[in-house]
């Protein structure tokens, strides 16, 4: 469960490193705590530094920047309609821009096989391992 100010390493190529949570978007359930596959916006705290030049792989955003994201991994266990639980050792997440595409083009780490449930089946195919 991720809220107000909870902590996410972002696990995307974008170019951020860590983000805080400012706001979770979904309906008025569960109080304002997101789980994976939720939306939510943040603040970057932490990103990669800028090189000086140009170039593909230049860093998409800076420190302070405040974008969306898409909760793909949580440290509080997740029960699945099969009965298990499951539970990651951090909280990561995945930019997105405003249109809800991926900001990066790679994902390095594991995700969550829900995100497949609730339409982020994009973030899932680029994932190299899925739980």
Known sequence: MIGLKGT???IDNSGALLVECVNVLKQKVNNGWGSVGDEIV????RARPVSGQTSASAAK???GDVRRAVIVRTRKPVRRP?????RFDD?????????REMLGTRIGGVVS??????GWGKIVS?????V
């Not at 943040?42 to 705290?45: A, D």
């Not at 096989?113 to 609730?118: E, P, S, V, Y």
């Not at 680029?126 to 899925?130: I, R, T």
């Open 113 to 118: 096989a829900d995100l497949r449930m609730k």
């Open 82 to 86: 099969d009965g298990r639980l499951i």
């Open 91 to 99: 909280n990561a997440a995945v930019l997105l821009n405003n249109k």
């Open 61 to 63: 955003v800076r420190q």
């Open 8 to 10: 996410l390493n972002v």
């Open 126 to 130: 680029l994932a190299p391992k899925v």
């Open 42 to 45: 943040c603040v970057v705290k």
